[in-house]
């Protein structure tokens, strides 16, 4: 998952704030420009096109440097924009700038850095040959091939083209169709271990200790067998005192003789077969489940050694 804090400072400069609707709207970007998260680089700046171009050109932040990103409202000619990778002396401007001709993004922005993970939100998005373009409210830019979004992949390209942004960023809307798609399902489609992260925070962190162990026992391996990991940080996953990551992921598909697409995929099914079962640990501490072999059966997994 992304940061909730993906810039360490935020600039709304010159009059961009005029793009926003409302006092409220321009409140929340005064507490984002003063907030300040050093652990959080880089820094973002938000202005218009004609105010970074003109002759009056505004004062950039002293912390403006070679790092920091810029979000700018498209308010001239496209001839013009071509002067602003120099005027910003951008060495990057494809992973640095992003230029939008919508106003409204910077109200999508701003409710996407009050989200609590800006990922969730969208800025901007567009159709480039096969794939649909999509800027993330942290600034990141996915390509998804639209064949691998399974909502939109039969769409003929003239209605592929036509959707709309919603107004708070939320999701992309085809209304010749009846589309809606956020974030988080274009990621689950394309990105196995978005899928897992959003799977594990589905459900209770109990169950996915339950399922973790029952994979373990399942293989017959002791919990200092999980290479990269030590046996206390194995039975931390096991009693749900730790969250498990994408590297730990890793690390126990290695172990099971998996690819971590196949460890997630089992996880998942797992995860989904306890919360059908009801499964829970006893007062006593102890689990209430079942046997780790019929859970297998239950959900179409092998209980041999190796995971194959």
Request: hydrophobic content about 40%; charged content about 30%.
């Amino acid at each position: 998952m992304k940061d909730t804090r993906p810039f360490g400072r935020i600039a709304f400069c010159g009059t961009v704030t005029d793009c926003l609707p409302d006092s409220e709207f321009a409140s929340l970007a005064t507490q984002l420009s003063a907030a300040t998260h050093p652990g959080a680089p880089p820094s973002l700046v938000v202005a218009l096109a004609s105010e970074l171009l003109g002759q009056d050109r505004i004062r950039l932040p002293d912390w403006v440097d070679s790092e920091t990103r810029y979000l700018v409202v498209l308010d001239v000619p496209e001839q013009a924009a071509l002067r602003l990778a120099s005027i910003l002396r951008l060495h990057k401007p494809d992973r640095r700038l992003q230029v939008c001709r919508d106003p409204s993004v910077v109200k999508r922005l701003v409710i996407s850095l009050n989200r609590p993970a800006a990922w969730e939100g969208i800025l901007d998005a567009y159709i480039l040959g096969e794939s649909l373009v999509v800027v993330l409210g942290d600034m990141t830019v996915r390509e998804f091939p639209a064949k691998r979004l399974p909502q939109i992949r039969r769409l003929e390209p003239a209605v592929l083209k036509r959707f709309e942004i919603d107004s708070a960023g939320s999701y992309l809307y085809w209304p010749d169709r009846d589309v809606h798609m956020g974030p988080s399902q274009m990621l689950q489609a394309v990105d196995p271990m978005h899928l897992a992260d959003v799977e594990i925070r589905r459900y209770e962190m109990e169950k996915v200790s339950l399922a973790l162990l029952d994979m373990r026992k399942d293989r017959q391996l002791k919990q200092a067998e999980i290479p990269g990991l030590s046996e206390r940080h194995v039975r931390r996953l096991e009693r749900e005192e730790a969250r498990l990551t994408v590297d730990a992921a890793t690390k126990f598909a290695n172990a099971f003789g998996q690819t971590r697409s196949e460890f997630l995929d089992e996880l998942s099914q797992r995860l989904t077969a306890l919360r059908r079962t009801g499964t829970n640990r006893s007062s006593d501490g102890t689990d209430e489940r079942l046997p780790a072999r019929r859970l297998g059966t239950l959900v179409g997994t092998r209980t041999s050694g190796t995971g194959h």
